[in-house]
C-alpha cells in the first residue's frame, strides 16, 4: 500500500519511521516531511492544507490511505472534503471529520461535551470582548492561579497561567480585545486551576471500539523546573509512573468510555487518535484538554513503546474492526530529548548546519524543524530542530541515553532541558 502522511514535525518523523516498519507498506509519501522524513519516504512539496493539491497527488502516487499528523487539516475539514469527492471517498483518511475534530479546535466545544456527558473537568466560562467585564468579574470567583484559554487553535501556545487577579484581568484584556491570539483568542475560556500532575493519554478509535496506546508526560515549559513560557513541547517520557492500573481503570471509566459514547450519542463519527490532556489531582484524573491528533514531543516517545503493526491498526480503524484488535507494547522505559533554536519559543534564527546526527547508533533521532540545504547538509529550519529519542530498562537508563547522545550533536544556538523526567524518579 501507498500511505501519504501530512505534516512536518517530529510527530510525523516518529509516524513515518513506524510506518517504514510494516509490511504492508509499499511506498510512503510525506506532505511537506522535513530531513528525516526524507529518508524515510518522499517529501512532497504540498503544505498540509493544500487540499487540492493533496488530492493530485493522491492520484499521481496511487495513494491507498492518507495519514493525518496535525491538527489544522482536521480542524478545516481533509475528512470531509475525501468524503464530499466520489473519487476520494474510498480511500481511508486517518483522522476525524471536522465536527469531530472540533474536540480541540474549540476550548468552548470540548468543555460543553464534557459537561453534558459528566466527564471530569475544571469548572469554567467562555467570554468574548463584548463579555469582557463579565469575564473580569468572573475571575472573582476563581483562586489564583488563573488558567486562560484561547478558545481556537494557537500552536501550543495559547494557554496563559496568572498568578494574581489583576495580571489576569489585563491578560483577559490582551486576548480579547488586542487579539493576542489573532482569531484563536476571538473567545477565551477561563478555568479554575486544579493543582497535580499532567499526563498524556491517546486512543485510537473507529468510532465504536478503540485501543488504549502508552501514555506518556511531556514538559511544555522552556526552562527548567517548569520555568519560562510554554513552548510546543521539549521533551517528553513514556510511561508514566504513576500512571498505574488503579489510575488508567479511573481514566478509562470516567473519561474515555464517557468519551467514546458521548460521541456515538452525539452522531458524530470519530476515526482516528483521540489525546487526553488529563491532570492527577490527589489520584482522580480530570481533562485539560482534548486534542484530535497524536501529541508532539508524546509521539517520539511513545510510538517507540507500539510493538504492534501501526498500518494494521489503521486498517482496523477505518474498517471498523478494532474491537478484534490487541495492542502489543514494549514494557521499556523511552525518554525523548528536544533540541531546539535559541530564542525559541520567541523569535529564531534558521539555517544553522546540524553536525553529529551521523555518530549516534543506540539512540533515535527524530528531525522536528530540519530542512537540506543545495549540498544536502541538514540545517535547522523551526524552533523546535530534532528530539533524541532513547529505550531503556529504567526511565534513568533511558534519559541518560538520551541526554549522552544529545550532547554529541551540534548546532549555532542549540539548547534544551537539561531536567526532563526528574520530577518522576
Not at 504540498?46 to 487539516?73: C, K, L, S, Y
Not at 456527558?117 to 468579574?137: K, S, V
Amino acid at each position: 500500500m501507498n500511505i501519504l502522511l501530512l505534516g512536518s514535525g517530529g510527530r510525523e518523523h516518529a509516524l513515518a519511521w513506524k510506518l517504514s516498519q510494516s509490511k504492508h507498506l509499499t511506498r510512503l509519501f510525506i506532505a511537506l516531511g522535513n530531513a528525516g522524513t526524507g529518508q524515510l519516504g518522499t517529501n512532497l512539496p504540498i503544505p498540509a492544507t493544500d487540499f487540492t493539491g493533496i488530492r493530485a497527488a493522491v492520484f499521481q502516487h496511487n495513494i491507498g490511505m492518507v495519514v493525518v499528523g496535525p491538527e489544522d487539516p482536521l480542524v478545516h475539514g481533509i475528512h470531509d472534503f475525501f468524503l464530499s469527492d466520489p473519487d476520494l471517498q474510498k480511500i481511508p483518511v486517518i483522522g476525524p471529520a471536522r465536527q469531530a475534530a472540533m474536540l480541540e479546535g474549540s476550548k468552548d466545544f470540548a468543555k460543553r461535551f464534557m459537561v453534558r456527558h459528566g466527564i471530569p473537568t475544571a469548572r469554567y466560562r467562555t467570554f468574548t470582548a463584548e463579555t469582557l467585564l463579565e469575564g473580569i468579574d468572573f475571575l472573582n470567583t476563581l483562586s489564583p492561579p488563573y488558567v486562560l484559554k484561547a478558545d481556537g487553535l494557537a500552536a501550543g501556545k495559547g494557554v496563559v497561567i496568572c498568578y494574581d487577579y489583576a495580571e489576569a484581568a489585563r491578560e483577559l484584556h490582551t486576548m480579547l480585545k488586542d487579539r493576542k491570539f489573532g482569531a484563536a483568542s476571538a473567545s477565551v475560556v477561563i478555568e479554575e486551576f486544579l493543582k497535580g500532575i499532567e499526563l498524556s493519554v491517546f486512543v485510537l478509535t473507529d468510532g465504536n471500539s478503540y485501543v488504549l496506546l502508552p501514555e506518556a508526560k511531556d514538559y511544555k515549559k522552556a526552562g527548567a523546573g517548569d520555568t519560562g513560557p510554554n513552548t510546543g513541547g521539549m521533551g517528553s517520557v513514556s510511561p508514566v509512573p504513576f500512571a498505574g492500573r488503579e489510575f488508567m481503570e479511573k481514566v478509562e471509566q470516567r473519561i474515555i468510555l464517557p468519551t467514546i459514547r458521548g460521541l456515538k450519542q452525539e452522531e458524530i463519527d470519530y476515526r482516528g487518535f483521540i489525546f487526553f490532556g488529563l491532570i492527577n489531582v490527589a489520584g482522580d484524573p480530570f481533562v485539560i484538554e482534548y486534542n484530535c491528533r497524536l501529541g508532539d514531543p508524546e509521539t517520539e516517545a511513545v510510538l517507540p513503546r507500539l510493538k504492534s503493526d501501526l498500518i494494521e491498526l489503521f486498517q482496523a480503524t477505518a474498517a471498523g474492526t478494532l474491537e478484534q484488535f490487541t495492542v502489543e507494547t514494549d514494557p521499556q522505559c523511552c525518554a525523548s530529548v528536544m533540541l531546539v533554536s535559541k530564542g525559541y519559543p520567541g523569535s529564531y534564527d534558521k539555517g544553522k548546519k546540524i553536525t553529529g546526527i551521523g555518530t549516534i547508533s543506540d539512540s533515535i533521532v527524530f528531525h522536528a524543524g530540519t530542512a537540506c540545504d543545495p549540498e544536502g547538509n541538514v540545517i535547522t529550519s523551526g524552533g523546535r530542530v530534532l528530539a533524541v529519542t532513547s529505550m531503556g530498562t529504567t526511565l534513568r537508563e533511558a534519559l541518560e541515553r538520551s541526554y549522552q547522545n544529545a550532547a554529541m550533536i551540534a548546532f549555532e544556538g542549540k539548547n534544551l532541558r537539561e531536567d526532563i523526567g526528574f520530577d518522576l524518579e
